[in-house]
């Protein structure tokens, strides 16, 4: 006789289940992709300096900045590779597909003077503050 009765562990499905309609209500893919990169801001006092940990970008066109006031938002698409040859799949733990993040920065930044870089699957950005900002799109070096 096992000392673990099979199906042991159903007593959680209830949690899971409550788990899953209570706090992932609604949400799709991308909507939990704001869980999935780590975003580390800080700032002087003349900049607002702001790096994420987002790996898999392959192309500049997947990554999009956007800055209006103080609110920053970096979105993309991670896209699977094929390597052509069929595959089955038994584990898929990395995330794909599109994904966006906003974020409240700690004061006003300048469109002008912004500055991204991607290196690595690390991508970091500079601002300078302001008091008089305007929207903009901020265009991404890769390296």
Not at 30 to 36: G, R, S, T
Not at 48 to 76: F, H, M, R, W
Request: hydrophobic content about 35%; overall charge negative.
């Amino acid at each position: 006789m096992p000392l673990v009765p099979y199906g042991s562990f159903r007593i959680f499905d209830q949690y899971w289940d409550d788990i899953n309609s209570n706090l992932l209500r609604g949400r799709g893919k991308e909507d939990l992709a704001q869980f999935l990169y780590r975003v580390d801001v800080e700032e002087t006092s003349s900049q607002i300096y702001v790096t994420a940990e987002i790996p898999g970008l392959d192309k500049k066109e997947d990554l999009c900045i956007e800055i209006d006031e103080n609110q920053l938002t970096i979105s993309g698409e991670i896209k699977r590779t094929n390597s052509g040859e069929e595959r089955s799949t038994h584990r898929v733990e990395r995330y794909y597909g599109r994904f966006s993040r906003t974020l409240t920065l700690p004061a006003v930044v300048k469109a002008d003077g912004a500055h991204a870089s991607y290196k690595n699957g690390v991508l970091e950005l500079s601002f300078l503050k302001d008091r008089h900002p305007a929207a903009r799109t901020i265009e991404v070096d890769f390296h």
